[in-house]
């Protein structure tokens, strides 16, 4: 594996880090194993929060949620709020719609809303381009399917894509918006490294901090469109991930921590 070659003057010695998502429900989360092994101060805070579109603003889509054969379901978010969507527009999901979901987990996750043994699920294996393979193969045994997207506003475009270049019948349901927490207690804690996964965070930083100025913090990005974000907005990109060598973002601080840190083991 390539080597990772880090900026020398801004290799400092890391002993603080801010995590831009909600804190892991259990133990055993890998964070966890840093900060034992390593000695560090690591906290969590969701950057951004999921608001509900409204049934008024829904409507406003002129979305017929019934005319819909197929979903697709890329988060366990977008379960939640599409289901408690239709819950106040008063539908009741046809037991013959087709589910389409990014993972097992997503697919095991219907069953808080619906009978799961009695309905037609395909998943992929946890990635955008695995879902539309299951899509692609759906849509051999079934060309007349007509796909419901439930999503945020902010989001990828690849699965819109890929249903509009393969000429597929779908609709695009906005049905939360991301939008900015309040991180205004944050303004006089400092971190050696802050950590994101999504635009949507670096979106959040400034919007609460519109004045931020990088200087000696480190920041991590996970995946290209975060990196882009990250660039978008002048900021230098410490750490990234994934990369071959370090294929997680857990894998990607702990390298970067052991140059800076000078840890030799």
Do not use: W
């Not at 506003?153 to 779908?170: A, E, G, P, Q, T």
């Amino acid at each position: 594996m390539t080597e990772i070659k880090y900026d020398k003057k801004r290799l400092k010695k890391v002993e603080s880090i801010l995590i831009s998502q909600p804190e892991p429900s259990n133990d055993a989360s890998p964070f966890y194993k840093l900060v034992n092994k390593y000695n560090l101060k690591v906290d969590f805070r969701q950057f951004e929060k999921l608001d509900p579109v409204s049934v008024k603003d829904f409507r406003k889509q002129k979305i017929n949620i019934l005319e819909h054969t197929a979903i697709i379901f890329t988060s366990r978010n977008a379960v939640d709020h599409f289901f408690k969507l239709t819950e106040g527009l008063k539908i009741n999901v046809p037991t013959d719609m087709k589910y389409f979901c990014i993972s097992e987990q997503t697919a095991n996750y219907l069953q808080k809303y619906i009978v799961i043994r009695k309905r037609k699920i395909f998943t992929g294996n946890r990635t955008p381009l695995e879902l539309l393979d299951a899509i692609k193969e759906a849509v051999k045994k079934f060309p007349d399917e007509k796909f419901l997207f439930p999503c945020s506003d902010v989001r990828k475009k690849l699965i819109s894509k890929f249903l509009k270049k393969n000429n597929l019948d779908y609709s695009e349901a906005i049905i939360y918006n991301t939008v900015p927490n309040d991180l205004s207690d944050l303004e006089d804690v400092f971190y050696d490294m802050l950590v994101f996964y999504s635009p949507a965070g670096i979106h959040s930083l400034f919007k609460n901090f519109p004045k931020f100025e990088q200087n000696n913090t480190r920041i991590a990005g996970f995946g290209p469109t975060t990196q882009k974000a990250i660039s978008k907005k002048k900021l230098i990109l410490d750490v990234e991930a994934p990369l071959p060598s370090a294929p997680s973002m857990v894998r990607a601080i702990e390298l970067y921590i052991k140059a800076a840190n000078k840890i030799t083991n």
